[in-house]
């Protein structure tokens, strides 16, 4: 997490906004560690990192909100659990334009050793997610190996030329229709938060952290 955060520093200077009181929240035996960060020239970022059941459990969530340069919301999902070591790259169209991601093709082609896929389920997601969306996984031996490819995927991601945002209203509509359908119609993390704190207090973490769609300097 700290070697992606100093990528996006390296190109977008970060300004720590902290977790608005939510970091520390403790669910079902996991306890949560949250901040968020306004990225110079490009959006918003936020970090989540759950830590559990004896330190046999890690999972660790980054965010890019991207409200200035007109690029898809990435999300990243790392997993360690009991020897196996799996991350998941989603990209989420929220451009205005359509930006081409090309530039991330390849890295998925010469890492397929690494790509995992399980049978796709129909899902409220499937207009917005982005075919680059991809998950790979190993065993704990292979983390160095998925560190690197993981690496990768950032710094490609700041070499994609994208236009900056000429319509924010419109660029906020993306957004929106990302963050509230996943309040709406749930998900596995979604699930787990609502249930315990409640849709009330869920919408603002995923509004005022997660997603910053309500913080004052937005």
């Known amino acids: 997490m700290d070697r992606i955060l100093k990528i996006i520093d390296g190109k977008h200077k970060l300004k720590e906004l902290g977790s608005q009181g939510f970091s520390g929240l403790k669910v079902k035996g996991m306890t949560f560690t949250m901040n968020s960060y306004e990225a110079e020239g490009l959006g918003y970022v936020s970090t989540m990192v759950a830590k559990g059941f004896f330190g046999l459990l890690q999972m660790d969530t980054l965010i890019i909100n ?35 991601l090309e530039k991330l093709h390849p890295i998925k082609e010469k890492n397929m050793n690494y790509v995992f896929t399980e049978e796709a389920k129909p899902a409220w997601y ?93």
């Open 66 to 100: 991207p409200t200035v340069l007109d690029l898809p919301l990435f999300s990243y999902d790392r997993i360690h659990a009991f020897g196996k070591d799996k991350a998941m790259i989603e990209f989420y169209d929220t451009m205005v334009e359509k930006t081409s």
């Open 126 to 218: 499937d207009d917005v997610r982005l075919p680059e969306t991809v998950s790979y996984q190993g065993k704990k031996a292979d983390t160095p190996a998925i560190d690197a490819i993981c690496l990768e995927y950032y710094r490609t991601f700041f070499e994609i030329e994208a236009p900056k945002v000429t319509d924010p209203e419109a660029k906020a509509r993306k957004i929106d229709y990302y963050v509230d359908g996943l309040l709406n119609n749930g998900g596995p993390a979604t699930d787990v938060f609502v249930q315990k704190f409640g849709k009330e207090k869920t919408t603002a973490l995923f509004k005022k952290v997660l997603f910053l769609r309500n913080n004052p300097t937005v």
